[in-house]
T-cell receptor, first 113, second 114 residues
Framework: DGGITQSPKYLFRKEGQNVTLSCEQN?????MYWYRQDPGQGLRLIYY???????QKGDIAEGYSVSREKKESFPLTVTSAQKNPTAFYLC????????????FGPGTRLTVL | AQTVTQSQPEMSVQEAETVTLSCTYD???????LFWYKQPPSRQMILVIR??????QNATENRFSVNFQKAAKSFSLKISDSQLGDAAMYFC???????????FGKGTRLHILP
């Protein structure tokens, strides 16, 4: 079955630690996205990538980093510089040449202890 | 800058009744797409319906239909014969045709009353 997987589902981190969230897709999509979801805030774009080895900052990129070494994978690192990292993180992918429907993964809930 | 506004943070509807969720957007583009996404308690985002701005006919998907008013920049979602499984957060979203990015509203939480 084609789709997007995110792991882990729940993640706990101590303050001051970096943590990496995984996102993998087998839909052969070129574009991938990371969103942060907070109560009452909707989805806010962190980073997106339209092709391998290239990515752009979204609206709230500070304190986050990404890489796109493979078409299927777009991991997100939440660094210690992110002041309020506790949130629900969603990964999505789509075909290029927008706007196309974005397909979403099941999400990762990150909690900083 | 493009914006999407959902003015109803929460709504409730009786099962089997009809409900309309409101959405307005702001853009200077003439060519764009609009979407409604559903996020049930599982938090898995699902596309409900999409509308191309150049099409005058309102999109319909089974019990879900939209009222697209381009001049007013309004894009409401109507759910007919509401079912318990329709309970979810609904997000209105916009994307310019030339762009891969989607801009989301803050969402409307829909409760279905049995």
């Amino acid at each position: 079955d084609g789709g997007i997987t995110q792991s882990p589902k729940y993640l706990f981190r101590k303050e001051g630690q970096n943590v990496t969230l995984s996102c993998e897709q087998n839909l052969n999509h070129d574009a991938m996205y990371w969103y942060r979801q907070d109560p009452g805030q909707g989805l806010r774009l962190i980073y997106y990538s339209q092709i391998v080895n290239d990515f752009q900052k979204g609206d709230i990129a500070e304190g986050y980093s990404v890489s796109r070494e493979k078409k299927e994978s777009f991991p997100l690192t939440v660094t210690s510089a992110q002041k309020n990292p506790t949130a629900f993180y969603l990964c999505a992918s789509s075909m290029r040449g927008g706007p196309n429907e974005q397909f979403f993964g099941p999400g990762t809930r990150l909690t900083v202890l | 800058a493009q914006t999407v506004t959902q003015s109803q943070p929460e709504m409730s509807v009786q099962e089997a009744e009809t409900v309309t969720l409101s959405c307005t957007y702001d853009t200077s583009e003439s060519d764009y797409y609009l979407f409604w996404y559903k996020q049930p308690p599982s938090r898995q985002m699902i596309l409900v319906i999409r509308q191309e701005a150049y099409k005058q006919q309102n999109a319909t998907e089974n019990r879900f239909s939209v009222n697209f008013q381009k001049a007013a920049k309004s894009f409401s979602l109507k759910i007919s014969d509401s079912q318990l499984g329709d309970a979810a957060m609904y997000f209105c979203a916009y994307s310019a045709t030339r762009d891969d990015k989607i801009i989301f509203g803050k969402g409307t939480r829909l409760h279905i009353l049995p």
